[in-house]
């Protein structure tokens, strides 16, 4: 059962939903906050503005997340799910060499992280721990290892620093400094990406741009991008 105010102004989703929210309205409230964050380049968004603009109230609105992390870790779920995200990650650890996986690391990272870090800059301020950042550099070990299996890894460097270096160099903080202060295209961030990862990570020699662009072109066809 549920109520609703009709007098002229547009209609409410009452209280009255079920114990943990109506599906279709959990997922409106997570596409209207997600298209918020994004409008607003990941500038906080108030929870009134949410509920307003996914004509809930702010009651209903808590009973379907229980407070703000609960909203924007949903928000992030849905992003990912949203732009293929999970289907990337498949993909590089089905990658065939541990090169390879470096290399479609850099094409995801330049296709995505544009997507990425206006809902990043609201997670970093609600979630307690950053669980992400954890799962993130797990996937950097299995690329490591990788590596090292295929005998790529650099002679002489331990895979737990490798592990940390291509965690960093890879992060979204680096992105942000590279691309949205420093002004690098998304070509030349992946490129260069490339470049720096064989250099330090390998013994591969890093291959001319021309190779690389080439290259980049068949990754992209390869990775996931939002509809």
């Not at 547009?10 to 599906?23: A, E, F, N, W």
């Not at 620093?161 to 202060?181: C, H, M, N």
């Amino acid at each position: 059962m549920s109520s609703t105010r009709t007098h002229g102004r547009t209609k409410l989703d009452s209280v009255s939903s079920p114990k943990g929210g109506d599906p279709a309205t959990r997922q409106r409230i997570c596409e209207e906050a997600l298209r918020l964050i994004v409008k607003r380049g990941g500038v906080d968004v108030p929870l009134a503005d949410v509920a307003k603009a996914a004509r809930v109230s702010r009651q209903a609105l808590y009973l379907h997340f229980k407070d703000r992390a609960a909203l924007f870790l949903a928000v992030a779920q849905h992003a990912d799910d949203k732009r293929g995200l999970p289907e990337a990650i498949r993909g590089l650890q089905q990658a065939s060499t541990g090169l390879d996986a470096l290399r479609l690391v850099a094409a995801t990272r330049a296709t995505l992280n544009p997507e990425i870090w206006p809902l990043a800059r609201i997670l970093d301020r609600v979630r307690g721990e950053d669980s992400a950042a954890e799962i993130t550099l797990q996937n950097r070990r299995m690329n490591v290892e990788q590596l090292a299996r295929d005998g790529s890894l650099r002679t002489g460097l331990e895979p737990a620093i490798a592990a940390d270096l291509l965690w960093a160099l890879t992060s979204l903080r680096t992105w942000e400094d590279l691309v949205l202060v420093r002004g690098w295209t998304a070509a030349q961030y992946e490129e260069r990406l490339v470049a720096t990862l064989l250099r330090v990570l390998t013994n591969t020699p890093a291959p001319d741009a021309s190779s690389v662009s080439k290259r980049r072109r068949t990754s992209r066809r390869r990775v996931p991008t939002s509809a």
